[in-house]
């Protein structure tokens, strides 16, 4: 897959590409941004960071990672990740988007496209998604993507010396 449109605003998710650098550290070097990210998401995220990204993001095996586009610039990331042994027909949706591209109802369509291509192109039938229990607006994104909501972890993130629920939404088909 080389690119698939997004039926909004010239919205396309591509494989990441050298070039893509720039724009990634403009967007994902955002405190707003990692806030409901894990703390794998580097704070902040350098160059160099982008570097290592665009270089692993297209290599991996088990893990489907687009950028998310607007007029050929990357606004935000999406990706799946198979998990393995006897999880192995379940995938990890993950997803950020740059602040000034947020309540446009971009990532609502991304998800939704992202669900389709992670049923196409991998033996799962599960697709779920963590979100921290603050996140609002990933639970109405999930919810307007056909996510339900399978259970709320209790104190299960710690995050900036706070511990917040996780809350777990799924999208299951056979």
Not at 36 to 59: C, G, H, I
Not at 84 to 94: H, N, Q, T
Not at 105 to 124: C, D, H, R, S, Y
Not at 141 to 150: D, R
Request: hydrophobic share 40%.
């Amino acid at each position: 897959m080389e690119s698939v449109k997004i039926g909004v605003q010239n919205v396309v998710l591509r494989k990441w590409q050298k070039g893509d650098e720039d724009n990634l550290v403009k967007y994902a070097d955002n405190p707003a941004v990692a806030k409901f990210l894990k703390d794998s998401f580097p704070k902040p995220y350098t160059y160099s960071d982008a570097v290592n990204w665009v270089r692993f993001a297209n290599r991996t095996i088990d893990s489907y990672n687009l950028a998310i586009t607007l007029n050929n610039k990357v606004i935000g990331a999406i990706g799946i990740e198979r998990q393995k042994d006897v999880y192995r027909k379940s995938a990890e949706l993950g997803y950020w988007l740059g602040e000034e591209y947020w309540n446009r109802g971009i990532m609502t369509n991304v998800v939704k496209e992202m669900v389709e291509l992670a049923f196409q192109n991998f033996p799962i039938v599960r697709l779920y998604a963590y979100v921290f229990s603050d996140n609002k607006a990933s639970s109405i994104v999930l919810g307007k993507a056909g996510f339900e909501l399978e259970s709320v972890q209790r104190s299960a993130i710690y995050k900036n010396g706070q511990f917040m629920d996780q809350m777990v939404y799924t999208i299951v088909r056979h």
